[in-house]
């Protein structure tokens, strides 16, 4: 398992969060790791989840976790430098269980500081 991007100087955003409660839902529970806690969207068909790191990056793979039954049916990824417009990447498609799952492999996709990654969910 390649090691992991997400570091303390990396800026996440997301579309929505359930009822507006960031205490209980909010972003910052993607990376707790406790199996207990996630960001939760509120309802609607496409939903998204953006960061920007800090550093220079090179993406390997995607590994998610889902909520069983809270799966995105069909996602897609982007990048882009900050103020360029995002540049497919690709589609992928995660299976609707509460998992670990490798979504993609990416060859080697390197960026240059600051880099913007989105990552857009349809349920």
């Not at 570091?7 to 960031?22: A, E, H, I, K, Y």
């Not at 799952?101 to 996709?109: D, L, N």
Request: charged fraction near 20%.
């Amino acid at each position: 398992m390649a090691e992991s991007l997400i570091c303390n100087n990396t800026q996440s955003r997301v579309s929505s969060v359930l009822n507006r409660d960031v205490k209980q839902f909010g972003k910052k529970f993607m990376f707790d790791s406790n199996e207990e806690t996630c960001w939760n969207s509120d309802q609607g068909e496409s939903q998204w989840v953006a960061f920007e790191f800090p550093q220079p990056v090179k993406v390997s793979e995607l590994i998610l976790q889902f909520q069983g039954g809270f799966s995105g049916k069909s996602c897609k990824l982007k990048g882009s430098a900050k103020e360029e417009d995002l540049e497919h990447i690709l589609d992928f498609y995660p299976e609707d269980n509460n998992c670990l799952q490798i979504s993609f492999h990416v060859v080697q996709y390197y960026s240059s500081a600051p880099y913007f990654f989105f990552f857009c969910l349809h349920l």
